[in-house]
Structures are given as structure tokens and as C-alpha cells.
């Protein structure tokens, strides 16, 4: 029987715009060398593993670290269903000691605004630089703060399924750049009943020229920066901010 986070975890799935998985998918090929010696690659959390089996489908030798053990949980059995060998570990990616070394790291789905303020952000830079081999290749993207300035604020999606209910609201909150997602989801239980879960999910970002100093300062020799997926600048309406960045 699945516990209640498993059943959580795949209503994330469900809401997921899957199609985003491809988007990050053809950047970071498009963005990673094609060297057959370098194929480590550490997806820092991970999740529930979708992005994971689509790197280990291009090729990749592939560790996914996550905070959550339940979504490893489903991680594990989404890479075995999907035939892949996948090493996934339970871990923060502000300690990344026991990680290993890799060619490649990437962070996607925004999830260096959830680190609380810019001295994690910096560490977690650091750490990443630390399991890096030479020449190594960091890929991460982040809200925008347009993204969190001005379309966030105020946002409100709500989802109605069979088995579940979803409510989401997002609000400014007190930092620059930083907002709260309220999350509100009903899910139907094995005897029919509706079970009600809470989550509040906090996210900060930061100016372009942050990211660059606390690259700059973790040791990256060079970065670019690029916006929605694509290999292009940001411009003042980007959302989303990807960074590529060498060691």
C-alpha cells in the first residue's frame, strides 16, 4: 500500500507538465560535451526520477540525489520499470562529501530558490564545484525575478481529477524576490474517503549578477547565462533563468 507521501509525490507527477522534462532534456544535450569518457552525471534533487531516466536513456551514468526518501522510493521503481541503472541516494545537496565525482551536475526545476538565502546558495555552489572533475560542466536554471516579481504574486491554479483535488496560491513574501506557494491537495483514500494535505513551499531568487559572484566565488572559471529553455539572453519578461557554468 502506498504510504501518503508516495500517493503525494504522484500527484505531483500528474500536475507536472511533462512536457518540460524534454525541455531540459535538449538543453542539457545540447550544453554537455559529447566525450564518450565523460558520461557522470549528478542530478541534484532528483525527485521522483522522470529526469533522471531521461539522462540515463541519452547515455548517461547517472546519480540522483534527493532530500526525500519517499520520492526516491519512486524514483527507484521508475528506473527499474524503465529498464535504467540508476544510483540514487538520499542526501543535501549543501553536503555532497559523500556524492562522489562527476562530469556533469545539473539542478533543475528550480530548486536552488528553495535554499534560504544567498550564503546557501553559495555553498551549495561550492559543494557542487567540489565533486566536479576538471573541465566539469554545471547546469542549473532559477525563477526569474520577473517571474517571482510580477507573474507570481497572486497566481491561483486549482485541479480536479477523479481521485484528487488540488488548490495552489502563490503569494509575495516579505524578502525581495521571494514568494510562498500554499499547496492544498485532497486525495481519495482505498475506502473512497478524501485525506487533506498542506504544503507550504517557500522560493527565493536573486539578480543575474548574484549567481555569477557566488559562481565566481565557489571557483567556476566561466558561465552563461540563457533564458526559457532556450540558447538565448534574458531579456526583461524572461521566467526562467538557465545557467551553464564550467570548473
Known amino acids: 500500500m502506498q504510504n501518503n507521501y508516495e500517493k503525494l509525490a504522484s500527484v505531483y507527477d500528474t500536475i507536472m507538465d511533462a512536457s518540460l522534462y524534454d525541455l531540459w532534456t535538449d538543453f542539457s544535450l545540447r550544453h554537455l560535451p559529447k566525450a564518450n569518457n565523460r558520461k557522470r552525471l549528478l ?25 526525500s526518501q519517499d520520492m526516491l522510493a ?5 528506473a527499474t520499470s524503465a529498464k535504467q541503472e540508476i544510483n540514487f541516494m538520499q542526501g543535501n545537496m549543501l553536503d555532497l562529501s559523500q556524492a562522489g565525482v562527476f562530469d556533469f551536475v545539473t539542478c533543475y526545476s528550480d530548486s536552488i530558490c528553495y535554499m534560504q538565502d544567498e550564503i546557501d546558495v553559495g555553498d551549495v555552489f561550492k559543494e557542487v564545484y567540489h565533486v566536479l572533475a576538471n573541465d566539469g560542466i554545471f547546469i542549473f536554471d532559477v525563477h526569474s525575478t520577473y517571474q517571482t516579481d510580477e507573474l507570481f504574486p497572486g497566481y491561483s491554479y486549482h485541479e480536479n481529477a477523479d481521485d484528487f483535488t488540488m488548490v495552489w496560491d502563490t503569494y509575495a513574501d516579505a524578502v525581495p524576490h521571494s514568494v510562498v506557494h500554499e499547496l492544498t491537495f485532497f486525495i481519495q483514500e482505498e475506502d473512497g474517503r478524501f485525506s ?24 567556476f572559471k566561466s558561465f552563461k547565462v540563457y533564458a526559457d529553455f532556450e540558447d538565448k539572453v534574458p531579456t526583461e519578461t524572461s521566467k526562467r533563468w538557465f545557467f551553464v557554468a564550467q570548473k
Do not use: P, W
Not at 519512486?74 to 521508475?78: L, P
Not at 487533506?196 to 571557483?219: M, S
Open 74 to 78: 519512486i524514483a527507484e521503481k521508475r
Open 43 to 67: 542530478e541534484l534533487a532528483c525527485g521522483t526520477g522522470i529526469q533522471s531516466v531521461r539522462f540515463a536513456q541519452a547515455g548517461f551514468e547517472v546519480t540522483g540525489l534527493d532530500l
Open 196 to 219: 487533506r494535505f498542506d504544503e507550504i513551499h517557500e522560493e527565493r531568487t536573486y539578480e543575474i549578477l548574484t549567481y555569477d559572484i557566488l559562481l565566481e566565488q565557489a571557483g
